[in-house]
């Protein structure tokens, strides 16, 4: 078994195997969505950057579905 980092997600803390890429994590939450929002400590990520972002220990990551309409 790899070795785990702790990190938040949406405000709960989570163990993940360490190395964790973006897209890993965006589908470990079934959080595949056109319209997705990332935030990483309270920084935008570009959806283009996804495949190149690693998440680190103490990372606080943010997945944003944006409600559209009104």
């Known amino acids: 078994m ?12 989570e163990d993940v195997p360490q190395g964790l890429s ?10 595949q969505h056109k319209d997705l929002i990332v935030e990483i400590n309270g920084r935008f990520v570009h959806p283009k950057t996804y495949d190149e972002v690693e998440i680190n220990q103490g990372d606080r990551v943010e ?6 309409g009104g």
């Open 2 to 13: 790899p070795p785990t980092i702790t990190i938040t997600v949406d405000g709960l803390a």
């Open 22 to 31: 973006l897209p890993q994590l965006i589908e470990r939450h079934q959080a």
């Open 63 to 68: 997945l944003i579905h944006p409600a559209f």
